[in-house]
């Protein structure tokens, strides 16, 4: 997802978070990259962190598990694993 007044790019897993975003004005630019379910047999699997910080709305999303535990150090909101 993409908003034009911020400059900000979103991305979800939801269907109904894309579909509300798209109302609201956001610009849907498809599919970024797959992701799939926990599988313990396969360890080349990595997990994806999630942070939202409310004070600006914004959402991160990262593989980097150092930052992920520095940002909800700041603050932000540990949305957990994508």
């Known amino acids: 997802m993409y908003n034009r007044n911020s400059g900000l790019h979103h991305y979800t897993t939801s269907k109904a978070e894309r579909d509300y975003l798209v109302k609201l004005g956001w610009r849907d ?9 926990a ?12 942070e939202y ?5 914004n959402h991160n999303w990262t ?20």
Not at 29 to 37: D, I, N, P, R
Request: net charge neutral.
């Open 29 to 37: 630019e498809g599919t970024s990259f797959k992701a799939v379910k």
């Open 53 to 57: 910080n409310r004070h600006d709305d």
């Open 39 to 50: 599988d313990a047999s396969n360890k080349n699997l990595k997990p994806v962190y999630c």
């Open 63 to 82: 593989m980097n598990k150092a930052e992920h535990d520095h940002l909800v150090k700041l603050g932000w909101k540990d949305e957990g694993v994508a």
